[in-house]
Every structure is written in structure tokens, then in C-alpha cells.
């Protein structure tokens, strides 16, 4: 009786490690999956929730940007930051393609305004750079983690969220608003070997 009840504790002890390994690969690949594929379950405002008001202006042209003149048709808003390198590796991908590639999006970044225009100074100056210093777009968004792709439909409704890290995702999710040709060349989707990106946390400046 001894025996057969260690047996089954044995049993049962293995069971209950197989059971906690599962969920820590699980958790691991969902971890992994998620900057690039559809947001994280606590991060960004429900799809089909109304989009966040806000009033701000471009940082190269000074013109003031109101959400309602924005209504009525399909927004994308593309969240960066300064001092995300992964941000900077896309903004440089983003510049080498034909200025009416980019006609569908929207740039919101987070840092000072000549740190804004400074590093994405070499965008197209047809390319909207919204002024989100305080992080208070995207954290109105929910956002956690840049660079972010923000999808808003003619209702002024959450759509869609994406983490891209490369030109190419941002193609593959909007084919209709970046072209594949360049301004100059191909876009290298490989990284520098010396440059190591990282995503950006939120408000952590």
C-alpha cells in the first residue's frame, strides 16, 4: 500500500512539472508573438472602442492637428520614440521610400520637438511628425511598447494595432499605403551588425 501510494505521488509530481513547463512555453511564445502580431491582451484600447480626442501640432510645420478634421476617413498613426532605437532603425527604412508611400500615415513622437525633428527630419516633409512629448496620444491609447502602429477607421474607432519593426511588416499590413519601390534602392531589412534595437517603453524617457 506504501509503495503503490509514493508511485503515485511520483506520478502525480511529474504530471504537475510537465503541466508548468507547457504553460511557461506557452507564455514564452506568446511573449515572443506579440510585438509584432496583434496587442497584447492588457495593452491598447479595445478594437471597436472609440479612438482618444486630442489636439496637437506638427513639429516641423507648426500647423495645429484636431482629431474631427481627421474623421470621416481611414487613419494610421505610427508611434515613436527618440530614444527607441528600434524606432530609429524604422525611420530610416521609412526614408528611403517614395514620399507618396508614406501619404496614409501619420507620425506621433514622443520626445522633444527638435529631438523629433532632428531624428526624423529625413522623412518626406509631406509626412505629418504630431507632437506627443508627454506621451499623452499614446498613453490615451493604452500603448506600452513603441514603435506602435495605430489603425483608426472613418468613425473615429479603434481598428487595429501592430508592432512592426521593419518597413516590410508596415507593408504587408498596409499593402495599399507604403509601395514597394524605393526612393533610392532597395530597403535593407537586415540590422547592422553592430546596432542591437530595442523596443521602447511608454513614458520611460
Not at 502525480?12 to 510537465?18: D, E, H, K, M
Request: net charge negative; glycine share 6%; charged share 20%.
Amino acid at each position: 500500500m506504501f509503495e503503490t501510494t509514493y508511485v503515485l505521488l511520483w506520478v502525480i509530481a511529474i504530471i504537475q512539472g510537465l503541466a508548468i513547463c507547457s504553460l511557461i512555453l506557452d507564455l514564452s511564445a506568446l511573449r515572443d508573438e506579440a510585438p509584432k502580431g496583434l496587442k497584447p491582451a492588457t495593452e491598447g484600447l479595445p478594437t471597436g472602442s472609440p479612438a482618444p480626442r486630442f489636439t496637437t501640432v506638427d513639429v516641423r510645420s507648426g500647423g495645429v492637428i484636431e482629431w474631427s478634421t481627421l474623421r470621416g476617413r481611414r487613419t494610421v498613426f505610427l508611434f515613436l520614440s527618440v530614444d527607441c532605437d528600434t524606432c530609429k532603425i524604422l525611420v530610416s527604412e521609412l526614408a528611403s521610400l517614395a514620399p507618396e508611400s508614406l501619404s496614409e500615415i501619420l507620425i506621433c513622437c514622443s520626445g522633444a520637438a527638435t529631438r523629433c525633428r532632428e531624428i526624423l527630419g529625413s522623412l518626406p516633409k509631406s509626412v505629418p511628425i504630431l507632437d506627443d512629448n508627454r506621451a499623452l496620444i499614446s498613453n490615451r491609447c493604452r500603448l506600452r511598447t513603441l514603435p506602435a502602429l495605430v489603425v483608426i477607421d472613418s468613425e473615429w474607432q479603434i481598428e487595429a494595432y501592430r508592432y512592426p519593426e521593419h518597413s516590410a511588416e508596415l507593408r504587408d499590413f498596409l499593402p495599399g499605403a507604403l509601395a514597394a519601390t524605393a526612393r533610392s534602392g532597395a530597403v535593407a531589412n537586415s540590422l547592422p551588425a553592430e546596432t542591437t534595437p530595442s523596443q521602447h517603453a511608454v513614458g520611460q524617457h
